[in-house]
């Protein structure tokens, strides 16, 4: 079975622009869930998607938002972005909200 | 609320020693407990979990953690290390009521010497 697949693996954006990441889940998974990785704040839990509806959501500014479609893959959005956005992104699949999270190799997400 | 704290945000052991990397929760319900590696430049792979079943579980590539309530602790130990342990290991906890999220700890960079 393909693992957890993220596209793009690194992008460099300028600050005040948009960006979307996107997610496909291990085939047969409904649970996608984003986590923010910094050096200083570690890993951060975004939100979680089950079958196309946000179940949680951490506690990161209304900048940040997700959608998940009917095939289960998801994407996040960050809009006006600020240098402090800069940070791997990762995302994680599961076949539902207490099953064990697989993760994808994440997105390298640089804001100058 | 839930909470991780791994103690050592370094540890450095030499080729074949013992690894233990500490672990402690907070949970106000039954916690899920999990243990993942990072190499770098790359996502987290599961190296084991706790689900309420057996209290000294066992993972991937030697690794064993046990859970014990009354410390609130869950380490991660590996008899003889190698050089291909080297990585960064997360702790993280979860519960039922939490749905998809997971809580880690800030992570412990484990160095092997030869």
């Known amino acids: 079975k393909a693992g957890v697949t993220q596209t793009p693996r690194y992008l460099i954006k300028t600050r005040g622009q948009q960006v979307t990441l996107s997610c496909s889940p291990i085939?047969?998974?409904?649970?996608v869930s984003w986590y923010q990785q910094t050096p200083g704040q570690g890993l951060q839990f975004l939100f979680e998607?089950?079958?196309?509806?946000?179940?949680n959501k951490g506690n990161f500014p209304g900048r940040f938002s997700g959608r998940q479609f009917s095939n289960s893959r998801s994407e996040m959005n960050v809009s006006t972005l600020e240098l402090g956005d800069s940070a791997l992104y990762l995302c994680?699949?599961?076949?539902?909200?207490?099953?064990?999270?697989?993760f994808g190799p994440g997105t390298r997400l640089l804001v100058l | 609320a839930q909470s991780v704290t791994q103690l050592g945000s370094h540890v450095s052991v030499s080729e074949g020693a013992l690894v233990l990397l500490r672990c402690n929760y907070s949970s106000s319900v039954p916690p899920y407990l999990f243990w993942y590696v990072q190499y770098p430049n790359q996502g987290l792979q599961l190296l084991l979990k706790?689900?309420?079943?057996?209290?000294l579980v066992k993972g991937i590539n030697g690794f064993e953690a046990e859970f014990k309530k009354s410390e609130t602790s869950f380490h991660l130990t590996k008899p003889s290390a190698h050089m291909s342990d080297a990585a960064e290991y997360f702790c993280?906890?979860?519960?039922?009521?939490?749905?998809?999220?997971?809580?880690f700890g800030q992570g412990t960079e484990l160095s092997v010497k030869p």
């Open positions: 993280a906890v979860s519960s039922y009521n939490q749905g998809g999220k997971l809580i």
């Open positions: 085939s047969g998974h409904r649970s």
């Open positions: 994680a699949s599961s076949l539902g909200a207490e099953e064990t999270q697989y």
């Open positions: 706790y689900t309420s079943a057996a209290t």
């Open positions: 998607y089950f079958s196309e509806t946000q179940r």
